[in-house]
C-alpha cells in the first residue's frame, strides 16, 4: 500500500513540476529558443519542488528543535556541522521517499550464509525499501535477511504483532535457525516490543533499534493513523507497554536491546525519548532520523551489533 501511495506522490508531484514550468514558460523572453526555454522552465519547477520538500524538512527541524532534550556539550553543533546535518537528512528523505522505497527489500537469502538471519522492520509511513543501503551491506556481509512491510499503514502497532510473528517464523524456517536478530527504525521498535509483549523472546537473539521513540514524540501529534496516536508523549498505549514490562522480568527483555540514536534526531523529540532504560544505549550526534538507515557510521555501529551478537550466538 505503500508503495501505490508513494507512487501516487510521486506522480502529484511531477504534474506539480510540469504545472509550475508552464507557468514559468510563459515569464520567459519570446525570444529564447525553445529548448532552451523548456529547459529553463523545467529546471525551474524541480527547483520549487526541492524548495517545498526542504521547507517541510527545515520545519520538521523546527519543531524537534523547541521540544528537544539537552545534548552533552561533546555534541554541540557548529554552523558547518548543522548545515551538513540537515543536506544530508534532506538527502536522505529525497532517496527513500523517491527511490528506496519504490524497491521493497522482501526476502534476502545467501549462499553459504554466516551466522543469525535478521529481520528488518521499517517505522512509520515507510516500507522494507527504507532498509536499501542496509540490505546491500548485509549481502555483502553474507548476512540473511527479510524486509518485511507493515500494513495497512495506519493500524495500531499491536496489529503488527501478528506479522512479525510470521515473519519470525518463516525467516526461522527458510534459514533453519532457531533465532532471528531484528533490526528496527523508529516505530518498528515499538513494533519489536509489542511482539515481545504477545510473543515472547524464544525466537529473539538480540534486538537493535534505529531512532525509535521508546516514551513518544511530539511529531506523532501531526500524524495520521492510530499508531500515530499510540506514539505520542505520554500516550496510554506506551505507559501500558512499560507496565507490562515492569510486571514481567522487565531487565531481561531490556537487555535484549540495543538502542541507537542521535540526539538531533529531527522526527523523535525529545531525542532522549530513545533512550530504553536497562538497554544498551548508543548516542551519536549530528545525524537526523531518517538518515539513520543509511548513514555510515550508524551502519557500521549497527553491523557491529550483529555480528557480536552472532559471535556470542557461535559461544
Known sequence: MIKRLLILLLVIEVLGVLAVAAGLRTWLPAGWPAPVAVLVALAGGVLVLLLVRMLIAANNFRISWRARSVPDAIHALDPLTATRLFLHEF??????????????????????????PVLLIHGYGCNSGYWR???????????SHYGIDLEPPGAAIDDFAPQVQAAVEHLCAVTGSAQVIIL?????GLVARAYLRHHGADRIARVITLGTPHHGTVLADLGP?????????GSDWLGTLAAFE????????????CSIYSVHDNIVAPQNSSELPG?????FGAIGHVALGRHPEIVRCALAEIVSTQQCDFV
Open 91 to 116: 538527502a536522505s528523505t529525497m532517496l527513500t521517499s523517491s527511490w528506496y522505497m519504490l524497491r521493497p527489500v522482501g526476502l534476502q537469502l545467501q549462499p553459504q550464509a554466516r551466522g543469525l
Open 133 to 143: 543501503p542496509m540490505s546491500d551491506q548485509l549481502r555483502a556481509a553474507g548476512i
Open 184 to 188: 528496527a527504525h523508529s516505530m518498528g
Open 225 to 233: 493513523g492510530s499508531n500515530a496516536v499510540q506514539m505520542r508523549c
Open 246 to 257: 515492569a510486571a514481567g522480568d522487565a531487565n531481561l527483555q531490556r537487555n535484549l536491546f
Open 279 to 283: 538497554a544498551r544505549n548508543l548516542v
